[in-house]
């Protein structure tokens, strides 16, 4: 089962899993945000949940870190069933920086519906989308345990008031996330590992609500980015900011 833990340093979450978890929930969040030739206004946004993708593909290849956590197996267990069994499984484990999985959570939100419409259309020849038709997809059900795990992660890091403030702008009835200019989250995220460890914690629930607000600052970097590409003839996505990310960072 995923679940979700704040990092000691309360710089981003730590998402663990076994292996056919993370097979799971990779597969599951490639097929909700689409081909590259679907959900186009939400182009950037899809290539942030790819970007979690990343990192779990790359756990999956053993290339990330692993953890090992008791399984209830104990040899008082082991001499009932008479077998030889560890007593601990391999999870395995990726970090997000809060800002970036924040924004992931809200940004799913969105591509569940695109998708669910998909679906009920696809299987049932209808343009009408209703929840009992695909409530029991599996893609669905993954990628909202992901949510689910990110939500109770919040519950347990921040105050009760901070989790309802940040509950109600992540799930707000008109949070969009298309043609999302996601190079603001790299400024979150610049911004966020340069605070301490306490500055962070008071800070969670600030970013959520600049990230779905759009602000001055969102709307003086959108206007700078559209001129920018206008200049170079090329994509705003194309676009790349110039930060000071630290090679290692202290979770």
């Keep these: 089962m ?9 710089t981003g979450v730590a ?13 599951a ?24 993708c990343y990192d779990i ?21 082991k001499k ?15 970090y997000v920086l809060w800002p970036e999985m924040l924004f992931v959570t809200i940004a799913l939100n969105q591509f569940l519906v ?12 209808s343009d009408l989308f209703t929840e009992s038709k695909v409530i029991w997809d599996s893609s669905i059900a993954q990628v909202r345990m992901l949510q689910a795990a990110v939500a109770e992660c919040l519950k347990q890091t921040v105050s009760k008031g901070a989790y309802a403030r940040m509950l109600n702008v992540i799930n707000g009835k008109y ?3 298309d043609r999302y200019i996601t190079q603001y989250l790299d400024i979150l995220n610049s911004r966020f590992i340069k605070m301490n460890s306490e500055k962070r914690l008071k800070n969670l629930s600030t970013i959520a609500k600049r990230i779905v607000e ?7 970097l959108e206007m700078e980015l559209m001129e920018e590409a206008k200049k170079y003839n090329c994509s705003v996505d194309d676009l790349r900011l110039d930060l000071d990310f630290p090679e290692e960072i202290e979770w």
Excluded at 114 to 125: E, I, P, V, W
Aim: aromatic content about 14%.
């Design 114 to 125: 695109f998708y669910a419409q998909k679906l009920a259309k696809t299987r049932y020849s």
């Design 15 to 27: 998402i663990y899993g076994d292996y056919m978890d993370f097979e799971n929930l990779y597969e």
């Design 175 to 177: 949070v969009y996330i």
């Design 29 to 52: 969040l490639h097929t909700v945000v689409g081909d590259q030739e679907e959900f186009v206004e939400c182009y950037a946004a899809r290539i942030r949940v790819l970007a979690v």
């Design 2 to 10: 995923i679940f979700v833990k704040n990092t000691p340093n309360n």
């Design 214 to 220: 759009r602000g001055q600052e969102y709307r003086e």
């Design 80 to 94: 009932r069933l008479s077998v030889l069994a560890p007593g601990k499984n391999v999870y395995l484990k990726i």
């Design 57 to 77: 593909r790359h756990a999956l290849m053993g290339e990330r870190e692993i953890e090992f956590m008791d399984n209830g197996i104990d040899e008082e267990k």
